[in-house]
């Protein structure tokens, strides 16, 4: 049989603890093996049980899940799954910047999200963790605008004719960090406008958004209907529904279907932007399980735009850019640090 997961339990809820357990223990593959009543005693329980993940509540006394979680990444780095309402969503991306791996609300009984939450569990207990000194709310100051003889990791990119590219970003599993890393490296007066499709529960896309926003000098806002497209603003897909292009280069909302795998779909945003942009459309997919985006990246190599991929050494999970990169749709494979710097040389080349 294989190596079952031991998880901690993180909450001050006894209740919550409990409905965690049903849950998981209903699984063949969870050992249940602690239980913590706040942060401190999770610190304590993550350096004597060792577990494989940690299930962690934000808001608790003693020690909260912010504090603990970036003092356990600082000590014995554990896979942490942060499991919140919709309500603390903001916080829940903060805790993302500490060294958390993925976010998913409280799980119901029965409930899709019950399925989602054990889905994101074993995922999140499989990916290698580092233990860091420092979060991701310590970065680097953004990167100038580069002069034209600016040369990225991977090589240079040849220039667009034309105006300003729209920049596709597609990500799921790790985005959040891959996404903070590129935004916080992006001037102020970055000149393009930046489409976000990231998979995300429902009800958590704000709080993505206005956490992205406390760390980009770009502004950061949830995409609408009808909303216009504009150069130096970047757009996060809702969740409820999928986030498209039209011709008039505006934003819409297509409903997602029951069948829909993934929400908000990386493909329809990609495709539909590849259509409307054409040669104009700059494809980004980075880390994230699964294959969505890389249909939608092949539609804009197909209409002359450009793409790009995060490599596997810097990936969380080496799932849609490898997928991606196998069917030939990436034009260059770049380390996560080297991905705004490769934007802002199309950018300036293209401004």
Not at 230 to 245: D, F, K, M, N, S
Request: aromatic share 2%; proline share 8%; glycine share 10%.
């Amino acid at each position: 049989m294989d190596k079952r997961i031991r998880v901690l339990l993180v909450d001050d809820s006894a209740l919550a603890r409990g409905l965690l357990r049903v849950v998981l223990e209903n699984e063949p593959d969870f050992d249940i093996v602690g239980e913590a009543r706040h942060g401190r005693e999770a610190v304590d329980l993550a350096r004597t049980l060792r577990p494989d993940l940690i299930t962690m509540d934000l808001e608790m006394p003693v020690m909260g899940g912010l504090e603990a979680i970036e003092t356990i990444m600082t000590s014995r780095a554990v896979p942490i799954l942060v499991v919140s309402n919709e309500a603390d969503a903001q916080n829940a991306y903060a805790a993302v910047a500490r060294g958390a791996l993925e976010v998913v609300p409280k799980p119901i009984l029965g409930s899709p999200e019950q399925d989602d939450f054990v889905a994101k569990a074993r995922l999140v207990a499989g990916v290698p963790v580092i233990t860091h000194v420092r979060s991701l709310r310590l970065g680097t100051p953004p990167l100038p605008l580069p002069d034209s003889s600016s040369v990225t990791q991977g090589g240079a990119l040849d220039a667009l004719p034309g105006p300003p590219p729209a920049f596709v970003i597609a990500s799921s599993t790790g985005g959040p960090q891959a996404l903070a890393r590129i935004l916080s490296q992006l001037p102020p007066q970055f000149p393009c406008p930046v489409l976000i499709a990231q998979h995300i529960a429902d009800g958590f896309a704000a709080g993505m958004a206005d956490w992205l926003a406390t760390i980009s000098s770009v502004p950061v806002g949830l995409g609408g209907e009808g909303q216009r497209i504009q150069a130096g603003r970047v757009v996060i897909a809702p969740t409820e529904c999928h986030l498209a292009v039209t011709p008039g280069r505006r934003l819409t909302l297509r409903p997602r279907g029951a069948q829909d795998v993934y929400r908000p779909s990386c493909d329809v945003l990609l495709e539909s932007a590849a259509t409307v942009f054409g040669r104009q459309c700059v494809g980004i997919i980075l880390t994230g399980m699964g294959s969505d985006g890389a249909r939608g990246l092949a539609a804009v190599r197909r209409a002359g735009g450009r793409t790009l991929a995060q490599n596997e050494a810097t990936s969380v999970i080496f799932g849609m850019n490898r997928v991606a990169i196998e069917q030939g749709s990436v034009e260059r494979v770049l380390p996560l640090d080297a991905i705004p710097a490769a934007m802002l040389q199309l950018a300036e080349t293209l401004a």
